[in-house]
């Protein structure tokens, strides 16, 4: 018998019919011999209804309130699916994080977790109950409800997962699988059997929108296989392994779209290395993650420096350097929102010259101009006009011959 | 400066506009010079929602998990409230029953606060904080989440005042006050300034909706001042004190009316004090409160066995009585739901003997025939068919003269 966390996001819970579906889904993994940790998101508009009711207060709303109004979602989700299973006439119970004791620090809104105590959940599994987990949601040490921030649930899951040494991490999703690119660009695009852990956080990383970036950490932390999987379909999904790379296999697996970029540039920032210094320290105190850090149009002492932000980070990113400004040193802060990144991935990539010069031909024979480049040891980046995104993501596929490796 | 607790009920936050007036309640409170700690209930509707969903799941659902349903929705109006007084630059924080340790036992649906714990608030409280409770719920010693049952909210604001010795517990509802009888049956009703305790006890037991019974008894345990007052317009409501009463005022001071009940008679009962004494026992021991009880139709060693219970909990006496018929060795089970009760309630009734005269002839004189009366030190009870209950109010309030007296 084998202990197996399963997640079902917003769409799997999305209607009352779906989460009786989730039920026979987990009863059925129980049938087969297994105990089962299920975590689960809000009902699918659920969140945004309640940050809707908020920002009728305020628009900008005390963010450990919103948390607090926020994770209200997923316990509901997570009591209606109990009863669901109970109903069925097996038992089960629904947990809250202070229950468990998924505790945070205090970084409302996007908090991480410390750590997990476990007694309860062995306690109520021994007992052979399904336990159901509102996903989500940690306590900071004095007791104040959190949230995890994007991809929440996915990062609650698997850091159970880790905690209670499952077997198996499953991400219930509403496609089943991790794909060579996103099938609504490239109809082409072919669901993965496998893929290596580290290819998958770079996809992640990339804006491929299946699993979170932090999650997949969090899973490489604990060597956990996660399975991306479909509550829609039967199919087997894709496994994330930790296996050793074929080096025989085709170099590039996937490529990447993310339009979730903002471009932000210093004109004229003083050429000083503790200046530098200085701007990233303010951002990285914020927990602001930056990309693509680029110098440009040097003069004598001044540059231009550029980076890209998430998007949900760019307000506060310009209020922060703006507050900044005469300290910093810059002359314009210029944002631009109309880009997007595109990439692809691959093992050992940098030991494949040729691919970058063949990114680079697929690019050139579009017309794309692409603005900012980089590479590393296992993908090939590129910033370029948000509107070119599709057209990059189909030629890159096409040139990488993605729809017929394996 | 004194500590003052404020109740606000469904109604009172029905929606984001509503919740704004309250906080500006609070705020005027808080600016007269007084600390407030302020108790919500869901917004108005928000419960049968909940509800809702879970009987599309099963019709009668695991009340542990119903209990974790529910509760979202007082944290939902607390987190908002919270906001709202935050945004007009007051500090405030809400918390959950778990962070001011509202301890129950672990009766799903209907708990009892055991204890609270008032470190955290008080911690609150020192920092100047506005303390925003989501009413109506606890949690049970393993950790569960409970919810109070029926006027909930009132308790826990009523034991809070009382844990925290607060100077006046305010309950804001959408009426303004305790009147001498339901407005809407008799528009002669007068508002009372004051009402002592033990009437308000009779009052709220006998259906007068403005209080539940338990809120009632819990006040009068930390003899803690009790103010009934509506959000929706400025008035200073009704005040329950302790004082003695005044015996030269008229014997009667209100005229309660409650549809919320059925009569249950069991035919054909062995009379026998053991076989009363395990009936009486298995009701108790299901939590259900029984009135009126009476016997009828003395026959030999039978007798005809009535009592009313209230209408929620009519489902649940039907279906333990019946599992028990053989044991309890009664023919039928005869269930009456087109029952009603008017009571008038007064102090020292008991010793006014004409008031008992003065009620039955009231009722002939309207030729309503009451099936079974009971009299006690505050009250006169009568059972009557519900068609009659608005007749019964209007007749009773204008023998008593109640539009005139004080």
Known sequence: MALIVQKFGGTSVGSIERIEAVADIIIKTQQQGHQ???????????????????????????????????????????????M???????????????????????????????????????????????????????????GNITTLGRGGTDTTAVELAGALKAAECQIFTDVDGVYTTDPRIEPNARRLEQITFDEMLEMASLGAKVLHLRSVEAAGHYRLPLRVLSSFCHSKGTLITYEEPDMNKAPVSGVAASKDEVLITLKQLPNQPQILASLLTVLAEAGIAVDMLTQLNHQLDKIDYAFTVHSNDHHQVIELLTHKQESLGFVELVCD??????????????SHVEVIAQFYTAMSHENIRADLVTTSEMKISALLPQKYLELAVRALHSTFLLESIE
């Open 36 to 82: 089962v940790v299920a975590v689960v998101s809000a009902m699918s508009g659920e969140t945004n209804r309640l940050i809707s009711l908020a920002h009728e207060i305020d628009s900008r709303p005390s963010s450990r309130e919103l948390d607090v109004l926020v994770t209200t979602g997923e316990q509901v989700t997570a009591s209606l699916l109990a």
């Open 84 to 142: 669901a299973i109970i109903r069925r006439g097996h038992p089960a119970i629904s947990l809250l994080a202070d229950q468990i004791g998924i505790q945070t620090d205090n970084m409302f809104g996007k908090a991480r977790i410390e750590s997990i105590c476990t007694d309860r959940l062995n306690q109520e599994m021994e007992h052979n109950r399904i336990v159901i987990v509102a996903g989500f949601q940690g306590r900071d040490r004095e």
């Open 337 to 350: 929102k109309e880009v997007a990144k595109v990439s692809v991935i691959g093992i050992g990539l940098k």
